[in-house]
């Protein structure tokens, strides 16, 4: 099987794209990209954050367009 280093050899690349093994899974799932959750009038409960979380969000955006000074500061 080919590693991360053998188109350092003398091989052309198209050698060593076609030796890879693309039915290859690694054990773990790793995710290469964000889910961004925004937090507003409508999902500042504990339970609707927990909600985000659950469903896969890692990242968070304040959502302050809405409401006064007072319920920003709530945030």
Do not use: Q
């Amino acid at each position: 099987m080919a590693n991360s280093l053998d188109h350092t050899t003398t091989r052309t690349r198209v050698e060593w794209l076609s030796g890879l093994n693309t039915e290859y899974h690694p054990a773990k799932s790793y995710r290469r990209s964000s889910i961004i959750c925004t937090i507003g009038p409508k999902t500042n409960s504990p339970e609707k954050i927990n909600m985000l979380r659950k469903a896969g969000g890692n990242v968070v955006r304040m959502n302050f367009s809405h409401g006064s000074h007072e319920v920003r500061l709530y945030f």
